[in-house]
Every structure is written in C-alpha cells, then in structure tokens.
C-alpha cells in the first residue's frame, strides 16, 4: 500500500524586500520543515520556528568599498598643507622641477626668527604627508645634518640654490659623512 | 453449621455497617456548621505574617468537628502578604551587589566598536607631527540594552560591522531581528553609570559621538606573537654567546633553587605562547574626527593587528564628556 509522499512547503525565514536584492536565493535561511525518510512511506513535521525572523538589509558603509583610509585622509590632507602645490612639485619624482640627492637647498622656517638652514640633500624619503629630506652642511669643521618634514606648517619654504655639479649615482648619499677611521 | 456460618457473616456486615457509620459521625462535619475550607496557600501564610489576625469565626467546641477550624483563619487580604528582601527596611550592606555599583567607577556614556585601520601622522598648527591611528566605525549600533532592574547592572550592547545572513546562526539573527538590526559582525557590551547613559536600541553610534580633544580607553586582544621564547615574552638577557657557552644562548638558565624548596616555584617566567590577550591603552587622545567617513584619528598605538576591532570608550579617569 502506498502513501503518498507529501512535501510541505519549506517554513523560511521571510525577509523583507529590501533584503531580497541581496538575497540570492530563498535557501539563504530555510528551514527543512519535513524530513523524508526513504522507504518508509511518511514523514516528520517538526516546527522549528513560530515566527518568521525578518532580516534587515545593512546600511551601505561610509568608507567606499576597496578603499583604504590612508590613502583617503592623505589626498585630503596633503591638498589641505599644501593648496598651491610646490611640495609636491618639488618632491614628487615624476614632477619636472622635482629635487633629486646631491642638490643644494635652503630651508626656511616659520619661526620668529626666520631660522634658515642650508644643505646638500642626502635623501629623499618619500611616505605621502610623512615625506622628509635630509640635508647636510658643514658649519665650520663640524658637520651638521637636518631631516625636515616637508609638509609640516613649520617650514615655509624651500629655495633652490645649485644642481649637482656630477650626478649622483645613488638615491641616498650617506657616504658623504666623514670617515670616522681616518679621523682618529 | 451453615446456619451459624450466614450468621456470622451477617453479622460481620452488620458490624461493619454500624462502625463505619460511627465513623462518619464522628469525622464528618454536620450539615449546620459545614463552610468552606480555606486554599492551602493562605493557610500556610496565616503563620507567617507578621500581623496576627484575629479570627473572624468563632470556633464550635463540641467533638464533631473539623481540627483545622481550631486554629485562627487570617482574611484574604492583598496588604498582608510575606515580605521581598528589597521591601524590608534593612540597612545596605558594604558587601551588598547595591553598594558595589555605587562605588564602581565607570563612564556615563556608552562607548563604540572600531576596527583598526593602520596610521599616519598628522601636523598641528605649531607644526608638530603627531602619530595617529585610524579606528573606522562601521556602522556600530545598540541591539540591546542592560537595565538594574533586570540585569543588576547598567550597559549597553553595540553592534558592529556587516556581516552575510548566511554565516550568521539562527539565535542570533533572531536577536538581531528584534532589535531591528541588520546581522552585525561583531557585538559587545559597554557598561555605563547609570539610565542615563542609555540608548534607544538601533541607535546609531557614529564618529560624532567622540569629540575632538577628548580623552578615551581603548582596549583590544593584543597581537598573537605565538609560543616565544623567555627573552621577548619576559625581556630575559640570556647567556653570553661565546666563552664556552654549549646551545643555550637564549636560555632562561636556572629555574630555581636546590634541596630547598627542592622544586620550581608556581608562577616560574618560562617560555610559551605570548600575546592576544586584551591590553587596554588609557587616555589616549582623540585628535581628529571624520564623520564623512566614520573616522576617528587617536594620538598614538592602538594593541591589535591592522584591521582587527577595537572597544573606545570615554576615559575613565578623565571628566566627563557633556
């Protein structure tokens, strides 16, 4: 004698409409409300849930997706500390008034004093607003080297003052530091 | 012999029926004073009240009688019930869960979930850089709240995040769903002083919940540096690495004493796993706040990896924020 095998609609989770666009399929959260044993010619109804749970569709994030804070707040702060541009015309490699290792600068701050310094570029650390120089002078016999950030509000300006007379061969010039063997 | 025998039944009948009705004469009450009993409840409770009723029938004295109608019947009255704990007026013990939340010392306002986001610097208008960590406040709101009179505290439950209704169990979508949420990544509690710190459920907690200069703790799982040895996990020197020393340069050396006490002391700094357990950084200042995008910048390191949730809260050592 056969009975038939009734299959009663599977009991989901009703979700509303703004859900559904995000909701592939309707098995996201359903429930197997009947359970078919094989040969046995019946089933089990078992009531898992009374009410229906209604999923709310998640406000969109503030942060563009793929996007890296970092990089969002620098663009918005180097534009900030630097609104005509010349850091960034002076710093940035691909820029053609871009300053390079072995050039002579002088830097002037924005103190009461008017304080200047005036040095050979070591190096150029490029890190977006964190960008520094490092600069090298001989005051006298006594060697005396300065890193600046370049986009602080304490430096008010940079002025060329030479091209290297021989292109350096290298980024960072740190042999330009005396040998301290042959001083003693 | 028969004879005698229906006779003795007869009157073992005869006998039976007349004790039984002795029975029923002596143990039953009589249609006349017949009344209703009272539940067993109120009954009880009549001996328990402080306030002694005085009995509102008199008592029949003769034998045919119920026992229970010699004691004295309290009214049903709502007034005279037995006492809670709380109602009575005892004074609050030092020890007392009460008089702890008095002396607790917590924020008033409820803090947020933020996942870290790495660092930048920042210059100020004298042109000093300050180091800042970016925490991201992803779309954190309350899916419940804690109250003293149900929980014996005061705090507020914030979610956190976006995660896929798929990977999320049916309990806690349930939970979600009451607090008209969407399905959160990850949720946590924020104790405060008292009600007024508060917040309606599925209240946004956005950036501009911190303010600019305000000083906040923060705390996280710090990062997992797995089984280290005993020199980066308790800063040991170690052995010298030449003059004869065989395989143990960054040893611990001994662990003890000798004959006494004759074994390693409980506690013993030794190698083993380090780190991924909560450090909480207090009074770290909020330098910038960006609600466009969720940001708050915070002076200094955050404990945790890049990308992993923080807890912020306003500082506890600090004045309150409005």
């Known amino acids: 004698m056969s009975r038939l095998l009734l299959r009663q609609p599977a009991r989901g989770i009703s979700v509303t409409e703004n859900c559904l666009s995000a909701l592939r399929s ?10 078919q044993v094989p040969n046995a010619g019946y089933q089990l109804n078992r009531k898992l849930t009374k009410t229906p749970i209604k999923i709310h569709h998640p406000a969109p994030c503030l942060l563009p997706k793929g996007s890296e804070p970092k990089q969002l707040l620098e663009q918005k702060l ?54 520094s120089v490092r600069l090298r002078s001989e005051v006298g016999q006594l060697g005396v080297e300065m890193s ?18 021989k292109k350096a061969r290298r980024a960072k010039l740190y042999y330009l530091r005396p040998d301290e063997k042959k001083r003693k | 012999m028969v004879v005698s025998r229906v006779m003795a039944t007869q009157r073992r009948t005869l006998l039976s029926s007349t004790v039984v009705a002795c029975s029923r004469r002596i143990f039953s009450t009589s249609t006349s004073s017949r009344r209703e009993l009272p539940p067993l409840a109120e009954f009880v409770s009549s001996f328990t009240t402080h306030h002694v009723a005085e009995p509102v029938m008199t008592m029949p004295t003769d034998l045919h009688t119920d026992i229970s109608t ?11 019930r037995r006492l809670k704990r709380a109602e009575l007026p005892l004074p609050v013990l030092f020890d007392s869960r009460q008089a702890a939340l008095t002396r607790k010392q917590l924020p008033r306002r409820t803090g947020a979930i933020a996942f870290k986001r790495g660092m930048m610097s920042i210059f100020d208008e004298k042109g000093a850089r300050i180091p800042v960590t970016i925490l991201h406040i992803d779309r954190a709101q309350v899916t419940y709240v804690k109250t003293i009179e149900k929980h014996g505290y005061c705090a507020v439950q914030v979610g956190a995040g976006a995660r896929h209704p798929k990977n999320i169990t049916r309990p806690m979508l349930g939970h979600f769903s009451k607090a008209g949420v969407a399905p959160k990544k990850l949720v946590q509690e924020f104790r405060v002083r008292d009600e007024s710190g508060l917040l309606p459920i599925a209240h946004e907690i956005t950036a501009e919940h911190f303010k600019e200069g305000q000083f906040v703790d923060i705390w996280a799982p710090s990062k997992g540096k797995g089984f280290s040895g005993v020199m980066k996990r308790h800063g040991f020197s170690g052995l010298p690495a030449s003059h004869g020393v065989s395989v143990s340069h960054r040893s611990a050396g001994s662990t003890g004493q000798s004959q006494d006490p004759g074994r390693v002391l409980k506690g013993k700094k030794m190698a083993g796993r380090m780190g991924g357990d909560y450090v909480t950084v207090q009074n770290s200042k909020v330098v910038k706040i960006y609600p466009e995008f969720g940001l708050v910048l915070v002076k200094g390191p955050v404990p945790g990896p890049k990308y992993a949730a923080v807890s912020i809260q306003d500082a506890v050592k600090k004045p309150d924020i409005e």
């Open chain 1, 78 to 131: 180097i534009s900030e500390l630097d609104p005509t541009g010349w850091r960034r015309q002076l710093f940035q490699r691909s820029s053609p008034l871009a300053l390079r290792a072995g050039d002579v600068v002088k830097v002037l701050f924005n103190s009461e004093t008017n304080q200047t310094f005036v040095g050979t570029i070591m190096a150029i650390r490029r890190r977006g607003v964190d960008t």
């Open chain 1, 148 to 165: 600046v950030k370049v986009y602080s509000t304490s430096v008010k300006a940079f002025e060329f003052v030479s091209r290297a007379l």
């Open chain 1, 26 to 35: 309707a098995t996201v959260a359903t429930l197997k409300d009947s359970r």
């Open chain 2, 70 to 80: 010699t004691i004295p019947i309290a009214p049903a009255d709502p007034e005279h």
